[in-house]
């Protein structure tokens, strides 16, 4: 049973930083890809990054420059940096290896407001 548990959210100040990680059990970590997707209230849940397990990274242009996904495959985790917060990324993340199609954890709240 895969497992995932994404922490880190919170409250920040446009202009802000936050660091979110997702813990991974129950998969091969290092054997697949891993993103991040965020969904906003009345949005559809769209992909922010992603990382393969050889470390190539892929973002949306929405975050490009001000996120970056890394992994620690020894600790079976991704880490999602955001930079430069704006109010637009206000939503509920998630990690998800693409390749699982049913693997989601329950999602961090990140909110961006002054």
């Known amino acids: 049973q895969v497992q995932l548990v994404e922490s880190g959210g919170g409250l920040v100040q446009p202009g802000g930083s936050l660091r979110l990680s997702c813990a991974a059990s129950?998969?091969?970590?290092?054997?697949?890809?891993m993103g991040w997707y965020r969904q906003a209230p009345g949005k559809q849940r769209g992909m922010v990054a992603i990382i393969t397990n050889g470390g190539s990274t892929n973002y949306a242009d929405s975050v490009k420059g001000r996120f970056t996904i890394s992994r620690d495959n020894a600790k079976n985790t991704v880490y999602l940096q955001m930079n430069s917060l704006k109010p637009e990324d206000t939503a509920v993340y998630y990690c998800?290896?693409?390749?699982?199609?049913?693997?989601w954890g329950q999602g961090t709240q990140v909110t961006v407001s002054s």
């Open positions: 129950g998969m091969i970590f290092n054997t697949y890809a």
């Open positions: 998800h290896p693409p390749l699982l199609p049913q693997s």
